[in-house]
């Protein structure tokens, strides 16, 4: 089981825009490189990519604050 960590502090974004669905759910399968989220830091947005292709499993909420290193899902 691989953690997919958050690469800088700041809030944790599971979607795209507000009104827009979120990129992965709970169970949904991912492939490598395929964007799961974003962070966002001072209106700057910086993409959160898998690293491993399985079954992703959240660990934190949608719009949530997190800190650098913080665990955002597994991937198994």
């Not at 001072?42 to 399985?54: C, L, P, R």
């Amino acid at each position: 089981m691989a953690q997919l960590l958050s690469p800088l502090p700041g809030t944790f974004y599971r979607r795209p825009a507000p009104d827009k669905p979120s990129y992965k759910n709970d169970g949904d399968k991912v492939a490598k490189g395929e964007v799961i989220g974003l962070i966002e830091v001072m209106k700057s947005f910086t993409e959160v990519k898998a690293e491993a292709a399985g079954k992703i499993t959240f660990i934190a909420e949608n719009e949530e604050p997190v800190m650098a290193g913080q665990p955002l899902a597994e991937i198994s």
